[in-house]
T-cell receptor
């Protein structure tokens, strides 16, 4: 396996279900991200983990719960979602510099998990 | 005013045409500008990256930044059907720091017809 892999690729769930999205990166990166991509809207950053510590949570509703057990794995736990949460959820990773320095500049994205909430 | 504006298209051109994709932005502190390409059912991938103003060329692709006008462009010469994708501009202020500081445009969907 190479790059960033996400499972499942497609998920349909009811509003009362509990499900999880999984992301794994094989690039040796130290930062991982969850993004939401909806039609006609910019990519929305949801969560950032640097060195397994959550560093950003962009006002995401508590029905989305991230988990980063190690630097290679990232989960997004889903609970009592709403139909408007239907979207493509993208995981990404990058190699962040510890201090200053030149911009490394690249996010590596997975192929996404297409979520439909009924 | 949104930080980054990008016309979502769709944009349809014939094969061989020169394509111009653009973004405008409002934050004069942005210094790093990127273009990501996203094929259907795939995640975005970095296509080009420029710092501050000026041009950068890579094969058939040229990225241009005009900080005085807060306007960035991506030109594709001799466009091919394989260029059909959604192109997202992205930008950030800081030299270092998390890539989570990237601000993305909505993306422009491009279709190149044979």
């Amino acid at each position: 396996e190479t790059g960033v892999t996400q499972t499942p690729r497609h998920l349909v769930m009811g509003m009362t279900n509990k499900k999880s999205l999984k992301c794994e990166q094989h690039l040796g990166h130290n930062a991982m991200y969850w993004y939401k991509q909806s039609a006609k809207k910019p990519l929305e950053l949801m969560f950032v983990y640097n060195f397994k510590e959550q560093t950003e949570n962009n006002s995401v509703p508590s029905r989305f719960s991230p988990e980063c057990p190690n630097s290679s794995h990232l989960f997004l736990h889903l609970h009592t979602l709403q139909p408007e949460d239907s979207a493509l959820y993208l995981c990404a990773s990058s190699q962040e510099l510890v201090s200053g320095g030149r911009l490394t500049g690249e996010l590596f994205f997975g192929e996404g998990s297409r979520l439909t909430v009924l | 005013q949104k930080e980054v504006e990008q016309d979502p298209g769709p944009l349809s051109v014939p094969e061989g045409a020169i394509v111009s994709l653009n973004c405008t932005y409002s934050n004069s502190a942005f210094q790093y500008f990127m273009w990501y390409r996203q094929y259907s059912r795939k995640g975005p991938e970095l296509l080009m990256y420029t710092y501050s103003s000026g041009n950068k060329e890579d094969g058939r692709f040229t990225a241009q930044v005009d900080k005085s006008s807060k306007y960035i462009s991506l030109f594709i010469r001799d466009s091919q059907p394989s260029d059909s994708a959604t192109y997202l501009c992205a930008m950030k202020r800081q030299r270092g720091g998390s890539q989570g500081n990237l601000i993305f445009g909505k993306g422009t969907k491009l279709s190149v017809k044979p």
